[in-house]
Structure formats: structure tokens, C-alpha cells
């Protein structure tokens, strides 16, 4: 056996001692799933857990254990808690609850981590480098002053943190292979697959250049609504493992009393975060994945401005449209139309009939109706349309998945904000500005304008094709004249079809 596969091996035995002691290796509650010899082994197991790690729901008992093991431990918990659809709304929140949360390194070797990183002696580009005021398990956050007077923080990544996330890794990769024969059922949740995306994602984390990337494009797409801001990247500070923004103005909205200042215009404040989030998301096809309190600065009357930019999702244009239009049915109770565009998109298979799912959605959408705002929960409704969709073979997106996790944390943090916000009445002017930019005349006169433009450059691609290699009579050139007559055609066929979207 090689020294790797011994070292993953130990690290393996150590996390199961942690888990046997939280009662989260072979949860109780889901014993009677497994087959027999997994059984006796989650007994066994129960007998060294800590009566005190055991109580409260099984996913909340893997998050604490999770807490202990590290930082991919904690990774692979956060994209567990966006898997609703196949572990549940509450498994999924409990595990999106974790922590991350470590003491600080020393200052001295912070200081000659920024050093080597960019290349420089930190008294040429900062003339302040204070004591860390936030550590996690990658990296941990400093103030700082730039020569030119601006305030920013710089986020370093720990010591030889990329080869302790290597060794953590090694082992769950074993772990998986060892679920995956243990248990034959397990395949279906796919584990080794879940070791693959969350070894992606904590190679993404591990360079900072990549998020920096990712908070330029949101500093960006902020930029074009009042909603919320991003700081700005400073790039003479930014290395693999550096990552240097100018300074969040407010209070962290995590910090105790937070909210106090009478100043503050609480619906307004939780009204912007709705609204942020759904701009980000329906406009431009981007949105911050990690909008929890830590992660927000607020400041009178409502401003927010959001931090940390290690999860970004992505919509693209089908998704947008499904989303928006979903929601924009929901709004209206016009449950024919949602089933229409599950259909239309692909993600409800022909085979089913539409009049069926739209009065399944009918099921989903009517108890929302009538009851007080602050009972009506946006996240929750998407997570049973997402329930109710398996029953019609729909195939979940995994960004839709992201959306409606960072949905669900966002009205959570909304009503914290403000306990009887109404997160619908929130959602409608971002929803009705998407409706009448994307589905209004103008909008289909574009989309038309469009296709006939692409109709034109095919066929005078089609005119510009290669002569055939003559055989007994030359052919007439296909350039020109045909070019002409396939241009008229198309434009006779555009005309048509803005006389039909019109009359």
C-alpha cells in the first residue's frame, strides 16, 4: 500500500471516530434503510458516540462533526445543504448552517505571506497592516491602508493549507470508494462525485486570483442596481494567495445589535436584499451564492454591501427565463402558464400531460395564497415545485439547485431584517421589469429581428459555398443572384411573422 493510501487510510479512521461520536456515520434514522452489515456497524458505532454530540436531527449532527474534521469536511457539508431534492429541505438547512471558524495565525507570518505572494516588501504598497479581524479555515482577513490613503482588507490564505486540503481530500476520495462498496445504494447519491466537485471547488477557493475575478464581475453587475454593493478589487494587491478589496463601509450584519440604530428603514433594508439577489440573478445571470449575515455590511437607511466571493452561481438565458416566468406565474396564480414553460424549456418530458402538472402546481401554489406575508415563504414554495417536478421526471439543474438554496438563505436573512416582510410583494418590481423587457411586443420584435439576422447570415453563407467540381454541364454560380433570392425569402418569412405576433 503506498504511503498516500496509508496516510488517507488513518485520516479516514480518525473522521469516522468523529462521526461514530456524533451519531452521523450511520445515522439511526436511517438504519433501517441499509443493508445488514452496515446496520451492525452503525450499532457498533452508537456505542462510543457522546450522548451530548447525539441529540437533535441527523443533519445537524453531521454539520458539528464536519465543524471538527476541517475545512473540506465543511466544504463538502456546504454543497451537500444544496441538494434539497435528495436530502431533504431540512437536512439541507442544517447543513448550511456550518461554521467556519479558527483561530488566527500569527501576524508575522501573515505579513510574510502577503510578502512572497505578491512579490514585494509590504511597505510598498500598504503603509497599515493591522491584526486579523476574521479567521476561517483557508485564510483569514486584515485590515489595511494603501499608500494612496484607502482602507481595505486583504485575505491570506493559511500556511501549507493547500497540502492539508490535498491529504483531507485523499481520504474522502477513499472514503467515497468505500460508501460506494459498502453500501450499493449509495450510488445513486453518487459520493465519488461529490468528492470531485467539492475537490473543484476548494481548487477554485485555493487561488485567490480566481476570486478576485469573480468580485470584479459582481462589483460590476451591483453597479447596475441601487440594491447592494461590492467593494472594489485593489489588483496591485491580488496573488494566488493574496486577495486585497477596498474596505466594506457598515456594520456586519452579524454582529450583536447590528440593527439598533433607529435610523435604519427595516423593510426597505430587507426589501433590497430580495431585490439585489433577484437582479443579480434574472438580469444578469450571475448572483452571489453566500448572501448570510457574515457576508453582509449594512449602514443607514438601507444600504448593503456584500463580501466574499468564494460561491458564485451562474444562470444561463433558459434558466432565467424559467425562473422568472415561474415566479411571474406564481405572482398571478396562473398555474397553465408555469406548466408551460417546464414544457417548453425541457425540463418536464413530453410525455406528461400539462393539464396534470399545471393542477399539481395548483397544489403547491394555492396554500400560499391569503395568508399573512410573513407565514409565505419564496424558497420554501420553489423547494416543493422542485419536489413536485421529480413526480413528472424532471431532471434538476444544478444551478437551480444554488438558486433556490441561496433563495432560501436570503429570506432568511430577510426576516430576520424584518419578521413580517413580505418577501412577494419584494420580488415584483425585479420580476415585472424582467416580464416587460423580455416578454412585451417590443421584446418579440427583437427576439424576431434577431432570428431573421441569423436567417440571413446562414443564407448568404449557403450563396458563398465552394462551386461542386462540374460533371457534364457547368452550373450556374451560386453566388449573387441566389444570395439575393434567399435574402428576399427570409425577409418575406420575417415580415410574416411580425404580421402574426401583431394582428
Not at 476574521?134 to 493549507?161: F, M
Not at 483531507?168 to 465519488?192: C, D, F, S, T, Y
Amino acid at each position: 500500500m503506498a504511503a498516500g493510501d496509508i496516510g488517507a487510510g488513518l485520516r479516514l479512521i480518525a473522521a469516522g471516530w468523529i462521526l461514530a461520536r456524533h451519531d452521523a456515520l450511520v445515522p439511526r434514522e436511517a438504519a433501517h434503510l441499509l443493508p445488514w452489515p452496515v446496520r451492525v456497524i452503525g450499532g457498533v458505532s452508537r456505542l462510543f458516540s457522546n450522548a451530548a454530540a447525539r441529540r437533535g436531527r441527523p443533519g445537524e449532527r453531521l454539520a458539528h462533526a464536519f465543524e471538527q474534521m476541517g475545512p473540506v469536511a465543511i466544504k463538502l457539508g456546504q454543497l451537500l445543504s444544496t441538494r434539497a431534492d435528495i436530502f431533504g429541505a431540512e437536512f439541507a438547512a442544517d447543513l448550511g448552517r456550518l461554521k467556519d471558524k479558527l483561530p488566527p495565525f500569527p501576524q508575522a507570518q501573515a505579513e510574510a505571506e502577503v510578502q512572497k505572494a505578491l512579490g514585494l516588501p509590504l511597505s510598498s504598497l500598504f503603509t497599515e497592516f493591522g491584526p486579523p479581524v476574521a479567521a476561517a479555515s483557508l485564510a483569514q482577513a486584515h485590515p489595511a491602508r494603501l499608500k494612496d490613503g484607502r482602507k481595505v482588507a486583504v485575505k491570506v490564505l493559511r500556511p501549507r493549507i493547500e497540502q492539508r486540503v490535498m491529504a483531507e481530500l485523499r481520504a474522502m476520495a477513499l472514503g467515497a470508494r468505500i460508501v460506494e462498496w459498502a453500501a450499493p445504494q449509495a450510488k445513486r447519491l453518487e459520493p465519488r462525485a461529490f468528492v470531485a466537485s467539492t475537490a473543484r471547488s476548494m481548487a477554485l477557493e485555493l487561488d485567490l486570483r480566481l476570486e478576485a475575478a469573480a468580485a470584479s464581475e459582481m462589483f460590476e453587475v451591483m453597479a447596475r442596481d441601487p440594491y447592494m454593493t461590492a467593494p472594489a478589487v485593489v489588483w496591485d494587491g491580488v496573488g494566488k494567495r493574496v486577495l486585497t478589496l477596498e474596505w466594506a463601509e457598515g456594520t456586519p450584519l452579524s454582529q450583536a445589535g447590528a440593527l439598533e440604530d433607529p435610523a435604519f428603514d427595516r423593510k426597505l433594508l430587507a426589501d433590497n436584499l430580495i431585490r439585489a439577489f433577484l437582479a443579480q440573478a434574472l438580469d444578469h445571470g450571475v448572483f452571489h451564492a453566500d448572501l448570510h449575515e457574515g457576508n453582509l455590511f449594512v449602514s443607514p437607511p438601507a444600504r448593503i454591501a456584500a463580501v466574499d466571493f468564494g460561491i458564485v452561481g451562474r444562470l444561463g438565458p433558459t434558466e432565467q427565463k424559467f425562473m422568472a416566468e415561474v415566479l411571474w406565474g406564481f405572482l398571478r396564480r396562473d398555474y397553465r402558464r408555469v406548466a408551460e414553460v417546464h414544457f417548453e424549456v425541457g425540463y418536464v418530458p413530453a410525455v406528461h400531460n400539462i393539464d396534470d402538472f399545471a393542477q399539481a402546481l395548483r397544489a403547491v401554489g394555492e396554500p400560499i395564497f391569503g395568508r399573512p406575508a410573513g407565514e409565505v415563504s419564496m424558497g420554501r414554495l420553489l423547494g416543493q415545485l422542485f419536489e413536485i417536478t421529480g413526480l413528472f421526471d424532471m431532471n434538476m439543474r444544478p444551478e437551480l439547485i444554488l438558486l433556490q438554496k441561496t433563495m432560501v438563505t436570503v429570506e432568511g436573512v430577510a426576516r430576520k431584517i424584518d419578521p413580517d416582510h413580505d418577501i412577494w410583494a419584494a420580488a415584483r418590481p425585479v420580476v415585472e421589469r424582467w416580464v416587460a423587457r423580455e416578454l412585451s411586443p417590443a421584446a418579440k420584435v427583437r427576439e424576431l429581428v434577431k432570428k431573421g439576422g441569423r436567417a440571413l447570415d446562414a443564407l448568404a453563407r449557403l450563396g458563398e459555398l465552394p462551386e461542386p467540381a462540374p460533371l457534364l454541364v457547368e452550373s450556374p454560380p451560386r453566388s449573387g443572384p441566389l444570395a439575393l433570392l434567399f435574402a428576399v425569402a427570409a425577409l418575406g418569412l420575417a415580415a410574416s411573422a411580425l404580421f402574426i405576433a401583431f394582428r
